[in-house]
């Protein structure tokens, strides 16, 4: 029967996220089951403690307030518009609202009941995970593992929502797999798969897979003693298989094992577990064919003879990182990927210039990564940051020494500018005489940095902790970094004037139409991601390593480590790594599509899922700041 | 006697319906369900014209029910092709088209004891009241709502007399789906919430005062 009304609705739903990943046949039914209200400008939609209602609701027409009440102060959370979903906690918990949700003008809602989206989560991942982070946004701590675990209970295929594949490279698979009858005995089928060196075998009847058989199976079962190895395979064997089509996508297989928590997929004729084995595919398999196009950018960077190769190689991981964003990889195994070819054309710009010169280094000397490329987080070419530690020598023979390693250091930033990394504009370089010293001289350096942290000293300070080794001796580097965390140590007070300057940069609220919503209710129309949302999550990160002496750059990372030295805080850090991972990607993302660094973020050309997805990000931000506020009693320190 | 005699005659969903109106209703506008309806017509003319189209949906708790929606076409003897332009609806079209009995028992069964609400609801009533009576049947028996007459009750409202494209602008309804009679019954549905929080904004609105004529009172 026609329907009018609901395919208005659907028209107007399909548009908006998370409806538009549903398929049209299941949207079509959700919307003939859409209750609309309307409500008076200031109409109240629930109360905070309210029971929770039997719909969650889309914004059709008009905006929403939603406000908490904290201590009898009314404290407004967000403003929602058209398109924006509210009101989403029963669908995750079966919880009373925590904030209340009112009518910001007069306001059209689409009600869009409960029940259905239960079966809607559990057949569209990607509809769980965007549920996930709209409903983060107003949660204290979005992205936690707290509430990944709780949401949506049972459902294992969003376990792991971070990892969102939607590669569509089609998956490698083993085209010949090892097989074996029913009938064989287990230790015939032991013997097969350690000829063949595999971790599993399929046992078979007519070419069809009946099940399968992996080095766990026989640690659990035989090893255990519960089944003698002359007990035939189909005693042990799990049955049935984990079935795919021969057209599986790295997307898919991702999913399917993560859904069935399987580490071997059979791959069938037709998909089915009833028609011949063709193949089978390996968690291995997936691992191999995310590594194979970096690890061969690699093998040519190390058999590059000249500057202008390594170039055209950093153009191709470009390209790679372009892929990779749009196939949605994970942004740490970006990261690393990106840094290991960063970190791989240096090396072998140090090695070319060596050559050049024609003379071995005098002394032992670390080549060092400074900023996002100490920290590994460089995804796009942005500007040279680095420094040369050499170690001590006599004055006597100083100049020497010097003058050999300020000539390397030219040489290796030239190179670097050529395959394009610009030079630092504030010449925080290896060639510059200031940033190519002794190991002495840097522990000096680092020691009038804490003990005296003026303005500019503190803002080094930010750059230069951040160091990573790239080249070199490894002692040196290790010293330098003790140097810093005994410094520090004694100057505790350095950490508040650091947390200080940390705080500059608060996140804002959300996003209202075109415009930020900040926490003091002014609106501004672009965004800068990189000082408003990445930096304090990387100024956070380091803060709290250093207090901690932990000797790693990379955010993410650090974050990691924080989780394990503070459990008590373990879904705060977590929330901001995921953040940072998020706003990471973004940024990567808008700068590759602008051709520039993706500092600046234009709102207007953002969706709704990517300001709400950005949105997302700020309020770890604000938490962990008020972290730093409490711990560092930044509030004593002055104004700097 | 003989309404006896003719009512026992009647099909059982018109007895159906007979005995639901007759049931007592909660007089409070939260429990009682609104029908929201409208017809498209080959014209105006109540005796000669013929209802192509009924749309409706369902209002229950201050809340717009899709699924308590409903939507038909009438297979048609009559047509008139210059009223093709407004509705759009052909003779021949690929829409499933009912009987008017058949639409008729339908739209019986689906309204049951509600409140019918409609934009100038004489002229749909009427339309329906005369296929009725095709029918040998009697006419409507529900209490009914013109949007338009309880936009007068708003106010400084009272002179006023708009169509419902006039009343969409002044109300922020976009207009999809405008002349079709589910379209229009839904722009109808959300008008009547838009008056009735008005109405209760400016005063302590009374089940009873939905049906109370406007401006009577300057004509006694």
Redesign the interface.
């Known amino acids: 029967?026609?329907?009018?009304?609901?395919e208005?609705?659907f028209d107007f739903l399909k548009n908006y996220p998370p409806f538009n990943l549903i398929s049209n046949a299941t949207l079509l039914e959700v919307?003939?089951?859409?209750?609309?209200?309307?409500?008076?400008k200031d109409?109240i939609i629930f109360s905070q403690n309210d029971n929770p209602h039997e719909h969650f609701y889309i914004i059709y027409?008009g905006s929403v307030r939603l406000y908490r009440f904290v201590e009898n102060e009314k404290h407004i959370l967000d403003i929602c518009d058209e398109g924006d979903l509210f009101g989403l906690r029963p669908l995750i918990m079966n919880e009373n609202y925590v904030m209340g949700a009112s009518a910001n003008e007069?306001t059209?809602l689409y009600?869009i009941p409960i029940v259905l989206f239960h079966d809607i989560i559990l057949n569209y991942p990607k509809v769980s995970q965007f549920l996930i982070a709209s409903f983060a946004t107003n949660t204290r701590d979005p992205f936690s593992e707290k509430h990944k675990g709780k949401l949506f209970a049972n459902v294992s295929a969003i376990q792991k929502i971070d990892n969102s594949f939607a590669e569509i490279q089609s998956a490698n698979y083993n085209r010949k797999p090892i097989t074996c009858s029913s009938d064989t005995s287990i230790q015939t089928a032991c013997i097969i798969m350690t000829k063949n060196i595999i971790n599993s075998i399929i046992i078979i009847e007519n070419d069809i897979p009946i099940g399968i058989i992996t080095d766990k199976d026989i640690r659990t079962k035989i090893g255990t003693g519960l089944y003698k190895i002359t007990s035939n395979v189909n005693e042990i064997m799990t049955s049935p298989v984990v079935t795919f089509p021969q057209n599986i996508s790295v997307a898919e297989a991702q999913i399917m094992i993560l859904k069935h928590k399987v580490s071997h997929l059979c791959i069938t004729k037709d998909g089915t577990n009833k028609t011949a084995l063709v193949g089978i595919l390996t968690q291995q398999d997936l691992i191999l064919t995310q590594g194979n196009n970096p690890s061969l950018l690699i093998k040519e960077i190390k058999n590059a003879k000249d500057t202008e190769t390594l170039k055209h190689i950093r153009t191709k991981a470009s390209e790679l990182t372009k892929g990779y964003l749009e196939q949605e990889i994970p942004i740490y195994f970006v990261t690393k990927v990106i840094s290991e070819i960063n970190t791989a054309i240096t090396k072998k710009a140090i090695r070319l210039s060596v050559s050049e010169i024609g003379k071995e280094p005098p002394v032992k000397f670390s080549w060092l990564a400074l900023g996002s490329q100490g920290r590994k987080e460089q995804l796009l070419m942005t500007d040279q940051d680095n420094a040369l530690v050499f170690e001590n020598v006599t004055p006597a023979e100083y100049n020497g020494v010097k003058n050999y390693f300020m000539e390397l250091a030219e040489k290796v930033t030239e190179k670097l500018n050529m395959v394009g990394f610009d030079y630092c504009p504030a010449n925080i370089m290896a060639s510059n005489p200031k940033w190519c010293i002794s190991l002495e001289e840097w522990e000096q350096q680092f020691e009038e940095w804490i003990t005296d942290p003026i303005a500019e000293k503190i803002l080094l300070s930010i750059i230069f902790f951040d160091f990573e080794l790239v080249s070199g001796d490894e002692t040196l580097y290790n010293k330098m970094a003790e140097s810093v965390f005994k410094t520090i140590e004694k100057n505790l007070i350095f950490l508040s004037f650091l947390g200080k300057i940390t705080l500059d940069n608060p996140p804002p609220l959300g996003f209202f139409k075109q415009f930020l919503v900040e926490q003091d209710g002014e609106n501004k129309d672009s965004f800068d991601i990189k000082s408003r949302a990445i930096r304090p999550l990387v100024d956070a990160a380091r803060i709290l390593s250093l207090h901690h002496n932990l000797k790693i750059n990379n955010t993410i990372e650090r974050y990691e480590k924080l989780m394990e030295a503070e459990p008590q805080n373990r879904d705060l850090f977590e929330s901001c790594a995921n953040a940072f991972k998020i706003l990471l990607q973004f940024r990567t993302s808008q700068g590759l599509a602008n051709n520039d660094n993706g500092k600046f973020v234009d709102i207007n050309s953002l969706n709704k899922a990517d300001r709400l997805k950005l949105k997302s990000c700020f309020k770890p931000i604000k938490n962990v700041q008020e972290a730093i506020k409490l711990r560092f009693k930044t509030s004593q320190i002055p104004q700097i | 006697m003989i309404s006896w005699f003719k009512y026992n005659n009647y099909p059982i969903f018109w007895k159906e319906y007979s005995k639901k109106c007759k049931q007592k209703q909660p007089k409070s506008i939260e429990n009682t369900r609104f029908v929201v309806f409208d017809t498209e017509t080959t014209g105006l003319d109540i005796a000669d014209d013929r209802i192509l189209s009924i749309?409706a949906?369902g209002i229950f708790k201050?809340?717009?029910?899709?699924?308590d929606?409903f939507?038909?076409?009438i297979k048609q003897n009559q047509f008139k092709a210059e009223t093709v332009e407004i509705h759009g609806i052909l003779k021949e079209g690929k829409?499933?088209k009912l009987s008017e009995a058949k639409a008729m028992e339908n739209f019986i069964a689906y309204i049951g004891n509600a409140v019918l609400v409609a934009h100038h609801t004489a002229f749909d009533i009427a339309m329906i009241n005369a296929a009725l009576k095709r029918l040998n049947l009697p006419k409507l028996k529900n209490k009914t709502i013109d949007t338009g007459i309880l936009y007068k009750k708003l106010e400084g409202k009272k002179e006023s007399h708009f169509n419902l494209d006039v009343l969409c602008k002044e109300f922020?309804i976009?207009k999809?789906?405008r002349h079709?009679a589910?379209?229009d019954?839904?722009i109808t549905?959300?008008l009547f919430?838009?008056i009735i929080?008005?109405l209760r904004?400016e005063r302590n609105l009374h089940y009873s005062d939905l049906f109370r004529v406007s401006g009577k009172e300057g004509l006694l």
Do not use: C, W
Not at chain 1, 1 to 6: A, E
């Open positions: 029967m026609k329907n009018t009304i609901s208005r609705i919307s003939q089951k859409v209750e609309i209200q309307y409500f008076e109409q027409q007069e059209i009600g | 749309g949906i201050n809340t717009i029910d899709v699924a929606g939507e038909i076409y829409l499933t922020n976009p999809h789906d079709t589910a379209g019954a839904f549905a959300l919430l838009k929080s008005k904004k």
